[in-house]
């Protein structure tokens, strides 16, 4: 019986969003990222939130989870224990672990499955034939600082979705966002000896790897220096603007309902944090933002005025300042570890949901005004469409520079 296609699918488990993308083995102008979700009603995105809750009737995912609901939120931060982290929600995740006696791979593991399924279910509707028939190989993003052991527990909940080992490999996010992002913008920018830093800016991680070009066609990168990140990514801004609020609030911020807190983070998430552009723009240098707080009383100390949080624009660049230093502080010494090898910076390329920020591009253009700063077409996409590029290119990177050491101790007593 003759098999059916053989597909590679990208899959990019995010702290905050999540995305798949696929393509034929061997057509790789052709990938798809799928943009359509379970829960999603009309709306098209390329990527779906990486939550999950379980009622104890049937377990909701991504855009199926409602407001206000219980769920499991940033778990992805859980998995790699080495990874400092100042975001107070990841505390309030391992009570809920604990209330559902169970554990952050085991999460991870529920919400992959779901992904992968439906995956499944979107290829077998394209193709009308059974996902069992199809050759599906997985191609699974991880951080590049992320210890082996995080790796591993992101393996094993790979297992536990039921996908095959021998059908899933690892990529780290910026090396897939660096295949992606070469082949989106090849012949305009790129040039073989360049050395370009990628800058996965995520909702928790952010992530940087430096690599120069040895030939691009066939694509060919060695890494220059070490691969360094941490977790300073978007959530973090969300952290600060509920801290803000709480302070501003008070003790009245204790009689906030949950459906209030919803509609103000959920305002500022969609509509003030991914539109801010900074002071660097003199149209919007003093613009304030109203953030809705349904039937909180008026007080104009606060102020709260109508139903209205007033969020001026000094507010906002205060949560945003010390997010933005980290990044900033991030790239310097990239640069500095690639001066120091001999080479010269030529690009920064910005991918990623953080990635995609108007102010963050400008910030890093002031900062580095001898380097060029890139965001790509599509950057939210560019870590699993890279995924993709890696399942059907494999390994493109020549040179890598070791992590750490390995060796055995032992004694001749």
């Not at 799928?34 to 098209?44: D, E, H, L, Y």
């Not at 691969?227 to 990514?233: D, E, K, N, S, V």
């Not at 502080?329 to 080479?343: C, D, H, M, Y």
């Not at 990177?397 to 032992?410: L, P, S, T, W």
Request: proline fraction near 4%; charged fraction near 25%; include cysteine.
């Amino acid at each position: 019986m003759a098999r059916g296609p053989s597909i590679v699918v990208g899959l990019d488990f995010g702290t905050t969003f999540s995305g798949i993308a696929w393509a034929f083995e061997g057509s790789v102008d052709e990938l798809e990222v799928i943009s359509a979700w379970p829960g999603g009603g009309n709306r098209t995105s390329v990527k779906v939130p990486s939550v999950i809750s379980y009622d104890g009737q049937r377990t909701y995912w991504g855009y199926q989870v409602r407001p206000f609901t219980e769920a499991f939120r940033g778990v992805k931060l859980l998995l790699d224990e080495s990874q400092e982290t100042k975001y107070t929600p990841s505390l309030a995740l391992k009570a809920l672990l604990v209330k559902h006696k169970t554990n952050a791979v085991q999460v991870m593991a529920d919400y992959l499955q779901y992904l992968v399924e439906y995956a499944k279910s979107v290829l077998q509707r394209r193709f009308g034939i059974p996902a069992k028939d199809m050759d599906l190989q997985f191609t699974l993003t991880v951080p590049a600082v992320w210890s082996d052991t995080a790796k591993d527990r992101t393996m094993n909940a790979a297992i536990k979705a039921n996908i095959r080992p021998q059908d899933v490999t690892l990529v780290s996010e910026p090396e897939a966002a660096a295949l992606y992002t070469l082949r989106s913008i090849q012949g305009n920018s790129s040039s073989k000896n360049d050395v370009f830093i990628v800058c996965d800016a995520g909702g928790g991680t952010v992530d940087l790897i430096s690599y120069q070009i040895k030939t691009l066609e066939p694509l060919v990168l060695v890494e220059v220096t070490e691969g360094t990140g941490r977790i300073c990514g978007s959530m973090l801004l969300d952290q600060r603007f509920e801290e803000l609020l709480r302070d501003r609030m008070g003790v009245n911020y204790a009689t906030l309902s949950s459906k209030s807190k919803e509609a103000a983070l959920s305002y500022w998430q969609d509509r003030v944090k991914p539109n801010y552009t900074g002071k660097l723009d003199n149209d919007y240098a003093d613009v304030d933002y109203f953030i809705p707080l349904p039937g909180v009383a008026d007080d104009l100390t606060i102020p709260i005025e109508d139903g209205f949080f007033q969020l001026s624009s000094d507010d906002v660049e205060d949560i945003f300042e010390p997010i933005i230093h980290d990044v900033e502080e991030l790239i310097t010494e990239q640069v500095a570890s690639i001066t120091k090898r001999g080479f010269v910076t030529e690009a920064i390329v910005l991918v990623g949901g953080f990635g995609s920020s108007e102010y963050l591009l400008r910030r890093l253009q002031k900062e580095n005004p001898t380097v060029t700063v890139l965001q790509p077409p599509n950057a939210w996409s560019a870590v699993v469409s890279g995924a993709v590029h890696r399942g059907l290119g494999g390994n493109q990177i020549e040179r890598r520079v070791a992590r750490r050491h390995y060796g055995i101790e032992f004694s001749t007593e």
